[in-house]
C-alpha cells in the first residue's frame, strides 16, 4: 500500500465522501482532467477541507486507487474462498461489477480509466494500476483453472490467456459502451467469452448458487 494511503479505518464521513466523488469523476472524466475544485463543489465543502484529509492529488488518487482494489480483493477472496460452489457461478459473480458500470452513464472501470492516463500519472498510481491488472488476471487464472480441472469449462488454451483474454474483453467492452450507449453489448461480450471457454451460464444462476 503506498505510505501516503490514509488508514481506511480511520477515515472520517467528509475523507469518504471526497473519495466517492473522486472515483465517480475519474470514472466518468479520467484523472487529469478532475480538480480539488470539482469535488469541493459537488460536495459544498472548501478545498483545504479536501487538502486537510488528502494533502496533494496524488495522495487523493492514490486512496481512491487503493480503496477500489481492497473493495475487489474482499469480493474476490470470498468467491474463492466458497470451495463448494460451481466455478461458472463464481466467474458469473465477477461479471456482477461490469454489467452494473455498464448501466451507469459515462462510467468505465477505474483502473481502466487510469490506464488510458497511464504515462501521465504519478509512479504511485502507475503500480497500483499494474498490481490491479495483475491480480485480476492472476484471479481469473485460477477460477479457469479450477473449472477446467472440474469439467466446468473446456478451455482452448492455457488459463493464463483465457483469463487475459476475459480481463481485457470486458475492459474493452466498457470502453466500446461509453461511445455507444449500448448497455446490451457488455452482455453480448459475456455470452461470447463464456462460449469461449465452453461455458453457458443463465444470468439468475450465479446470483443463486453463490448464495448457498
Known sequence: M???TPNPSARTGTADAILNIAQALIQSRGYSAISYQDIASALNIRKASIHHHFPTKADLGAAVVERYIQRFEVALNAIMSAETTNSLAMLDFYFRPYREIAATPD??????ALAGEMPALPPTLR????????????WLAAILRRGSGRKEFVLVTSPERSARLIFDALQGALLVRRTTGETAEIEEVIAALLAQIGACLPQSQGESTLQR
Open 107 to 112: 462510467q468505465i472501470c477505474l483502473c481502466g
Open 127 to 138: 503500480e497500483r494500476v499494474d498490481y490491479f491488472f495483475k491480480s485480476h488476471h492472476s
Open 2 to 4: 503506498p505510505a501516503a
